[in-house]
């Protein structure tokens, strides 16, 4: 069975301080991981997509990696508006390729 | 219309009651997913449709939950005799491709069941 792992379950930053958020996970076969951001009362939205093992990907202040074993979410000098839920996913090749497994998500906050 | 449009966005019902939500997906989009997420969890698959291939169930957690989609619009997922414990917010989520690899996601319908 499909599992992922987020952590830390909170994340509380002063504005400009840069951290990482980690996801675990394991997986009978990537197909990709994917990390979405998630506002209160609002659907995730689409961040990266990651394929394989080394590929890193960028967008604003965040950026992406990812090893056999887990992808992390760095998030460089962050500002208020990073506020929000982080979650990790990952979709399986084959006949289960037809969902994602979602982590538990991490709640960032960013003080000013 | 711009995204993925849910109604209703807030739903209270009584125990032992059924409930019928709606997803209106992008237009020109062939998959459409239902996703359950209750209070400080991640997101729990519960079916996935395809075009005019026969959904994937495999995430219903019981008989009580049903969907349907005709062709490549409109969802409903029917919950009968509610309890407690259906008590989530249910997002739907559609995609332009086969692949699937970005997902489009409503804002949801907030189900609370008395």
């Known amino acids: 069975e499909d599992q992922v792992t987020q952590s830390p379950e909170a994340l509380r930053l002063q504005e400009g301080e840069s951290s990482s958020l980690n996801c675990s996970y394991t997986?009978?076969?990537?197909?990709?991981l994917f990390w979405y951001r998630q506002d209160p009362g609002k659907g995730p939205e689409f961040l990266f997509t990651l394929y394989s093992a080394g590929e890193e990907k960028e967008k604003e202040r965040l950026k992406a990696t990812l090893t056999k074993k887990e992808s992390f979410l760095h998030i460089t000098a962050p500002k208020p508006e990073d506020s929000a839920t982080y979650l990790c996913a990952v979709q399986a090749r084959g006949a289960a390729g037809n969902k994602l497994t979602f982590g538990g998500g991490t709640r960032v906050l960013v003080k000013p | 219309g711009a995204g993925v449009s849910q109604s209703p966005s807030n739903k209270v019902t009584e125990k032992g009651k059924d409930v019928e939500l709606r997803c209106d997906p992008i237009s020109g989009h062939t998959a459409l997913y239902w996703y359950r997420q209750r209070l400080g969890q991640g997101l729990e698959f519960l079916i996935y449709?395809?075009?005019?291939?026969?959904?994937?169930k495999s995430g219903l957690p019981s008989d009580r939950f049903s969907a349907e989609r005709t062709g490549e619009s409109v969802s409903t997922l029917t919950i009968q005799r509610t309890q407690q414990e259906d008590s989530a917010v249910y997002l739907c989520a559609s995609s332009p491709t086969v692949k699937n690899e970005k997902l489009f996601f409503g804002s949801g319908t907030q189900l609370s069941v008395l």
């Open positions: 449709f395809q075009g005019n291939s026969a959904p994937d």
């Open positions: 997986v009978s076969g990537l197909r990709g």
